[in-house]
């Protein structure tokens, strides 16, 4: 069974940086896609970043070159360095991977099927 923990949350003020950690077990991360996304109080859930299967980064247009996605194979941990914190940025921070297995909350980003999730970690910001 897939588990993604997810640790690294916390409050900091605008201009600061926090680094978000989502290690997995029961899955191989190799080759695999993994993301993050977030949720805002009262939004939808959004993507951050990712990684494809390929190992190519990409980041949602609102990152602007503050985040940095990492991921470790040998470690089977995905990070988030992120730099230059605003307000906006406040929410839970979520993993997601792509397993291929059955799931109760499935989010398509890229034609890419995020399908586990870890239970969030929370990141405030304030101004």
């Known amino acids: 069974q897939v588990k993604l923990v997810e640790s690294g949350g916390g409050s900091v003020q605008a201009g600061g940086s926090l680094k978000l950690s989502c290690v997995a077990s029961?899955?191989?991360?190799?080759?695999?896609?993994m993301a993050w996304f977030r949720q805002a109080p009262g939004a939808g859930r959004e993507g951050v970043a990712f990684?494809?299967?390929?190992?190519?980064?990409t980041y949602k247009d609102f990152v602007e070159g503050r985040f940095t996605i990492i991921k470790d194979d040998a470690e089977r941990t995905l990070y988030l360095q992120m730099d230059s914190l605003k307000p906006a940025d406040t929410a839970v921070y979520y993993c997601?991977?792509?397993?291929?297995?059955?799931?109760?909350?499935?989010?398509?980003?890229?034609?890419?099927?995020?399908?586990?999730w870890g239970q969030g970690t929370q990141v405030t910001v304030s101004s």
């Open positions: 997601a991977a792509e397993t291929g297995g059955p799931s109760d909350t499935v989010t398509y980003w890229e034609g890419i099927r995020f399908d586990a």
């Open positions: 990684f494809t299967r390929d190992g190519r980064a």
């Open positions: 029961g899955y191989s991360t190799s080759g695999r896609s």
